[in-house]
């Protein structure tokens, strides 16, 4: 576990690998001191399928973070994703020993514990458990029963758990490095931590990161984490997409998705043609702008919807008051967010990084996020140790499986 | 670009006229009125009565029937200018009263060697602006031919305007090696005959963009001999595409690559009434990365009243080398006889003509492969070779494409895991799944 201040986190993402390498400062500041960026093969869908590939992949983007920072790097903090990933709300309940009359930390780890005794595939493992709300004697809203006066203890955890080996894959590849793995972060979880401060947490707001090959989803309701989830596609499929339906090459069709693209249809001029060039500089086609932008529009559209109607299953949106942050590569897209407005029937915005200091390149391209996002739950972990709260020592379990692996 | 009167410039208010001289040009003829009937008036000139007899061109005139006593000129070019002189009357007759001139002229033989200087001469007496397409021999038809050939060439550029050159020895490399003998000489004379057309469709086309003869000149004279000669046609949702890259497929242009070192570049596009700016513009922009960033571009538009033409690309050029590149056509200028009105009027006019550049005079100095001070010597940059055209541009291949009806097409991510989501596999593109529901 990290000691110092300085903080590494790591995102092995589907198209690239970021480090960020950060100082921690007094009264959670955070000042980026580098940041490195790979280009990423081997990793689909947010998942390793090379693990040598990756793993230089990661070096390189450990190393270039290591030069850019003058830090050496020994333990770095990691975001998984996956389609593996699920999460799902459950209650544990504890009753109080009548000899005691206070309830205590140790009743809030157990409290914990019971919420976990529920099924889970075997081959899966716990990755967070983040309490949400207490209840002493049935009475809600209790936010630290520390010290309170019950019978009975009941509390509500939102679980997110994976697949054991997959989660170990994506570890391997940085452990094969040479690294210690302090904390293993969901890569929603994490940019969460980047894009949304306490009010707007408060308020209730949506993240969505969307990525190179999945599109990861957080759901924030009265402060707390109601819904996490996974949806395995993401930019590439749109480029995918692009390639099979204008059947152009898939390099070319993600250069035409970042250049051209927009998810926006009927607002290209009728008839309006893009040519492709080829190598040589010489055309090899000419597509229809609109015709591209169709196809963007169909998944991107589909994406929105799939994530809206899981949100809305379980949180209305009078408790979404901060409305939707768009995080990640894709969100660089253009007209995406006109697409997200139309679906959630809320505000849409394109995240920046908040309360971060450091150079602003990196600050406002969301490509980042996700990596600034795990320092800042490492920081926000260190925070509460440091002076441990009854939510602290529960949020210390979190990542604790694989920092011993 | 500015106007000029017509008057100065005869242009497109009076009929283009096609020659055809000699065997050679006699046959060019025939095949462009078969081709392009109504393209202009077609005249079809020959010291022998037999092969005008078969010929189907409009207009025939037998030259000198005195001198060769209608037998043909014996590949004597001696024997052709008699011939024509003897009928220099219905020379003048057949040039009168017309616009542009073109001449097309198999050299090394007799009569078109001979007469074709003298049918250049009345024409820009006449006041026509006279283009001159000429073939030059085969090299294993000998270097008397080469030679006769090279004369001819010499004469025709103090008398034309403008000599374009296709160098013949190039055809056999240009269509395939087994290819019938018919096919290949169809093929060439195709070009041939495309040339024509475009060149006519230019200076005569009616459009928001007409190219002037100005510019045409500055193209032929700037630089070196040697020119470059692409066209395509395309149809259909992609046509601007499809034109410009078959014009730049032409074996003459070598894929685009040989305008790399042109220094004046005319691009010619012509379409029908639907024919939009943005496809223009996306033409353009295709061509000008082919031509360097010095070169003068020039561009002209033409449409058609009918509504079902291609639309048409012809890249025209030059070349900057002094040495005739390969390529199977060379152009060769014509230096303004030093007596003729008619090319006294046309400097006038390509003077006022901004894009046209310098005063002509001069380009042809450098278009001259000669030293400045051989500028008006008989003698031709003796071109080699023989009769044969070279092939047709780039065939519009039409293929008719399958269309991919995999249900399951998940591109790069055939391997991977599926991503199945209330039963639908989100690998497989949105767009061709069914509808997205709202």
Do not use: W
Not at chain 1, 217 to 224: E, K, N, P, Q
Not at chain 2, 114 to 127: D, F, Q, R, W, Y
């Amino acid at each position: 576990m990290a000691r110092h201040d300085i903080l590494v986190g790591v995102e092995v993402g589907t198209s690239k690998v970021c480090a960020v390498v950060a100082e921690s400062g007094r009264d959670m500041e955070l000042r980026i001191l580098g940041v490195g960026m790979a280009p990423s093969r081997g990793v689909r869908k947010g998942e390793i399928v090379d693990l040598s590939i990756a793993t230089e992949c990661v070096h390189d983007a450990l190393s270039e973070a290591e030069s850019n920072s003058d830090v050496g790097i020994e333990d770095v903090s990691v975001a998984v994703t996956g389609s593996h990933i699920a999460s799902f709300n459950s209650r544990g309940a504890v009753v109080i020993p009548s000899e005691r009359l206070e309830i205590d930390e140790e009743d809030l780890n157990e409290v914990a514990i019971k919420a976990r005794e529920v099924n889970i595939p075997t081959e899966n493992t716990f990755l967070h458990s983040i309490i949400q709300h207490y209840y002493v004697d049935g009475q809600e809203g209790v936010i630290n029963p520390v010290g309170l006066v019950g019978r009975r203890l009941e509390a509500d955890f939102h679980i997110i758990h994976g697949v054991k080996t997959r989660l170990q894959n994506s570890l391997r590849c940085i452990e094969e490095n040479g690294m210690q793995i302090d904390q293993v972060v969901t890569n929603a979880l994490a940019s969460s931590h980047a894009v949304l401060n306490d009010h707007q947490r408060e308020l209730g707001a949506v993240v969505i990161d969307m990525g190179g090959g999945v599109s990861d989803f957080i759901v924030f309701a009265d402060g707390v984490v109601k819904q996490s989830g996974v949806l395995a596609v993401g930019g590439d499929h749109v480029s995918n997409d692009i390639s099979l339906g204008l059947r152009i090459p898939l390099t070319r069709a993600e250069k035409l998705k970042v250049d051209e693209g927009s998810a926006l249809i009927g607002k290209s001029v009728p008839g309006e043609m893009i040519s492709l060039k080829n190598d040589a500089g010489f055309s090899g086609k000419e597509i229809e702008r609109e015709m591209l932008n169709t196809i963007m529009h169909a998944r991107i559209l589909e994406i929105f919807n799939l994530i809206h109607k899981q949100v809305s299953a379980e949180t209305p949106s009078h408790k979404l008051g901060a409305g939707v942050y768009l995080t990640g590569g894709c969100s660089l897209m253009k007209g995406i967010r006109e697409v997200a407005e139309s679906i959630f029937e809320m505000p849409v915005h394109l995240a920046r990084d908040a309360g971060v200091s450091g150079p602003k390149s990196i600050l406002n391209n969301p490509q980042y996020s996700t990596a600034i996002g795990v320092v800042r739950f490492v920081q926000a972990r260190m925070a509460e140790e440091e002076e441990p709260t009854l939510l602290g020592s529960i949020l210390g379990r979190i990542g604790g499986i694989f920092s011993r692996r | 670009m500015l106007p000029y009167p017509k008057n100065e410039i005869p242009r497109a208010s009076l009929p283009a006229r096609i020659i055809g001289i000699g065997n050679a040009g006699v046959q060019l003829a025939d095949r462009l009125v078969m081709n392009s009937p109504g393209l202009a008036e077609i005249v079809a000139m020959n010291s022998d009565a037999q092969s005008l007899a078969s010929a189907v061109a409009p207009r025939k005139s037998n030259l000198g029937p005195r001198t060769t006593r209608g037998l043909g000129a014996g590949g004597d070019p001696e024997v052709g200018y008699e011939a024509a002189q003897e009928s220099l009357e219905e020379i003048r007759f057949s040039v009168e009263a017309s616009s542009t001139v073109i001449l097309l002229v198999g050299l090394g033989g007799g009569t078109g060697s001979g007469a074709a200087p003298v049918v250049a001469e009345a024409a820009k007496e006449a006041g026509a602006f006279v283009l001159a397409l000429v073939t030059t021999p085969f090299s294993f038809e000998g270097r008397r031919r080469a030679a006769q050939a090279a004369e001819a060439e010499a004469a025709l550029q103090r008398h034309a305007h403008a000599v374009i050159r296709f160098e013949n020895d190039r055809m056999a490399d240009l269509s395939s090696p087994r290819e019938g003998i018919s096919e290949t000489f169809h093929a060439s004379d195709r070009l041939l005959t495309e040339c024509v057309a475009s060149f006519l469709e230019m200076l005569n086309g009616e459009g928001p963009m007409p190219v002037t003869l100005g510019n045409l000149l500055s193209v032929m004279r700037e630089g070196s001999p040697s020119a470059l000669f692409g066209r395509g046609e395309g149809q259909g949702d992609n046509r601007a595409h499809e034109a410009v890259e078959r014009a730049l497929k032409s074996p003459l242009l070598d894929r685009g690559r040989m305008l790399d070192d042109a220094n004046a570049v005319v691009v010619h596009v012509g379409g029908p009434p639907s024919l939009s700016f943005s496809e223009t513009a996306a033409i353009m922009r295709e061509t000008s990365k082919h031509v360097p960033d010095d070169a003068h571009l020039f561009l002209s538009v033409s449409v058609t009243k009918s509504a079902s033409s291609p639309v048409t690309v012809t890249v025209f050029g030059n070349h900057q080398g002094g040495a005739p590149t390969p390529s199977a056509q060379s152009v060769k200028t014509a230096r303004p006889a030093p007596e003729p009105k008619a090319a006294a009027e046309f400097v006038k006019a390509t003077k006022k003509d901004p894009p046209s550049a310098p005063a002509p005079e001069q380009k042809e100095d450098s278009a001259r492969p000669t030293p400045p001070g051989r500028l008006f010597a008989d003698e031709p940059p003796a071109p080699v070779a023989a009769p044969a055209p070279t092939k047709k541009t780039a065939p519009a291949k039409v293929r008719q494409e399958t269309l991919q009806f995999e249900p399951a097409a998940r591109g790069r991510f055939e391997k991977s895991e599926p991503t199945i989501v209330e039963g639908e596999d989100l690998d497989v593109p949105t767009f061709l799944r069914a509808r997205p529901k709202h």
